[in-house]
Each structure stands twice: as structure tokens, then as C-alpha cells.
């Protein structure tokens, strides 16, 4: 066996079936213009022929890839490839999400001793049968303002997965990604790493694509409210008094928000947009009342 060979950046991407997908996701990586990374895709137990997805590419990018028994989410194979990779840096891309030409080489001027995280803006796009509902923003991501933990805690997440470059030695060192079914694994590792002091940078860019499909939307459900919560709410601790309370009250915002998406959800949404009072932006205030008047008594 030869030696082991060393590269600057490793592309981590978990699949579960998607093939056509993880088609699209590989055929961006090999039109890349800069190309010193690595490709390692984790099949987490698909059904699919995932293999012969990944064998057809071996000639175009420096690829590996790895089969788990399925773990039910992204958590486990991510934790997989990031232990399998030689990087000094991980790329996270979600299988149905693709890179511009360019986002590589981009990525690589930006990353530099003072920076820990480094992320940039993705444009949306849908299924044409979801082009009327769900995700309806034209581009996710957004640079920070402030601290990047109050930030996070006060306006939710800034970080598309897809749109993320970390230092490995740092993902190492909090443990990698908290395999819980009871949080949002992704803003978890997020706020962890601000916690421990992890500097972000944000690349005002759009360079790649966020797809929303008909199998792959994360649908606003009590189920997804609740992992929102709890993935929230341990973190407040972290903040000095004054900024915990108005952390809270912006946790009452976005969880009034969320419960508003729900038919059944009306009664929660008001409770929780009445208790929201105070938010820190003229903008976020009048969101809370327009919020209030279109929520049933």
C-alpha cells in the first residue's frame, strides 16, 4: 500500500439512494477549477447502487468511499468521512446540492491561519411542483452581526451545511457532530464551535446551489420545532444575562414562526409571538406584528 497522500481540503458527502443526485453533486466536483481535494462519499446503508456512482468517477476526481449501515441522518456518515479524511480542512456537501465551477477555488484564497469556519451564500433553487411553497428565499446565508454565537442564538442560523469550510483539527477537538435524533445536528456543530472559540468568516458570494425537491424538503413539522428548541435552548447559558433574556425572546419569535406553518399550530404561535416582545430590529418587530394579525384567535 502506498502512502498516504495529503490534501488541503476534503469533500464529505453523505447519501442515502439519490443517485441521480449524487450524479449531479460529482459532476460539479469534477468540473472544478481548482482541484488539490479530496472526494469522500459516505453511502449511510442505500439501496441504490451507490457504488457504481462513485466507480464511475474515480478517473475524474480523487475519490474514496465508504458504506455504514443506514443511521437514519447525516450525523453518522458525516462523523465517517471526517474520520477518513487527510485534509487540513472539510468541505461538508449534502448529495442533492452542487458547486459553481469556481467555488473551490474561491473557498481556497479565503482560508488562512485567522480562520476557523469559513462559509458563503447559496442560491435556492426548487422542484417545479415547490416552486408555490416551502422554501421560498432566493439565497441562503448571510454574513453575521456581532458576535457570531449572540447572533446564531438571537437570528437563527446563518451556515448552509452545503456552503462550509471547517478546520478539521477543530471539528476533532469538540467531538465532531453530536449524533442525537433529538437536535438539528448541523446549527448544533454551528454553535459549538463558537462556543469554543472558532473564528468564521463569511465570503459574500454565491457559489453553489441549495436544491429544494419533492423527497428532500425539511418540512416545517412538530417534530422538527421540537429538534429546533432543544438545540437552541442549551445554548443560552452561554450568553451574560441581559443578552439571554432577548435571546429568549427571539427563541419565542422563531418558534411562533414555525408553529404558524402548521394548520394545527395556531393557538402555540400566538402564545409564542405575544411573549416575543422587545426583538432587537425595527425589521423583526414589525415581522412579530404582522405575525399576530394573520394568527386565528
Not at 71 to 91: I, K, T
Not at 147 to 161: A, D, K, S, T
Not at 162 to 177: C, D, E, K, M
Request: hydrophobic letters at 45%; charged letters at 25%.
Amino acid at each position: 500500500m502506498g502512502a498516504a497522500v495529503s490534501v488541503p481540503v476534503s469533500v464529505v458527502i453523505p447519501v442515502y439512494n439519490r443517485a441521480a443526485l449524487l450524479r449531479r453533486a460529482l459532476d460539479a466536483l469534477a468540473c472544478q477549477t481548482w482541484r488539490d481535494f479530496e472526494v469522500i462519499v459516505v453511502d449511510d446503508g442505500s439501496t441504490e447502487d451507490i457504488g457504481a456512482v462513485v466507480d464511475s468517477y474515480r478517473t475524474r476526481l480523487a475519490l474514496r468511499d465508504v458504506r455504514i449501515a443506514n443511521s437514519g441522518g447525516p450525523a453518522r456518515p458525516r462523523n465517517v468521512g471526517l474520520a477518513q479524511a487527510r485534509g487540513e480542512w472539510v468541505a461538508w456537501l449534502d448529495c442533492d446540492d452542487w458547486w459553481d465551477r469556481e467555488r473551490m477555488a474561491c473557498v481556497a484564497a479565503g482560508l488562512a491561519d485567522d480562520v476557523d469556519v469559513l462559509y458563503h451564500p447559496l442560491r435556492v433553487r426548487r422542484a417545479g411542483a415547490l416552486k408555490r411553497r416551502g422554501e421560498r428565499r432566493a439565497r441562503i446565508g448571510e454574513a453575521v452581526r456581532g458576535e457570531m454565537l449572540r447572533h446564531m442564538l438571537l437570528f437563527g442560523n446563518p451556515l448552509p451545511n452545503s456552503a462550509v469550510v471547517v478546520r478539521r483539527s477543530l471539528l476533532l477537538q469538540i467531538g465532531g457532530i453530536r449524533e442525537s435524533p433529538d437536535l438539528i445536528e448541523d446549527f448544533d456543530t454551528w454553535l459549538r464551535l463558537a462556543v469554543a472559540g472558532a473564528r468564521f468568516r463569511f465570503l459574500d458570494r454565491v457559489l453553489g446551489t441549495y436544491w429544494v425537491g419533492e423527497d428532500g424538503i425539511s418540512a416545517v413539522s412538530r417534530r422538527q420545532i421540537e429538534k429546533y428548541d432543544n438545540t437552541v435552548r442549551s445554548y443560552f447559558g452561554e450568553l451574560p444575562s441581559p443578552e439571554r433574556e432577548l435571546a429568549l425572546r427571539c427563541h419565542h419569535y422563531h418558534m411562533g414562526s414555525m408553529y404558524q406553518k402548521l394548520p394545527d399550530g395556531q393557538a402555540e404561535a400566538r402564545r409564542h409571538l405575544l411573549t416575543a416582545v422587545g426583538l432587537p430590529t425595527l425589521p423583526l418587530r414589525l415581522k412579530r406584528l404582522l405575525r399576530l394579525a394573520r394568527t386565528a384567535w
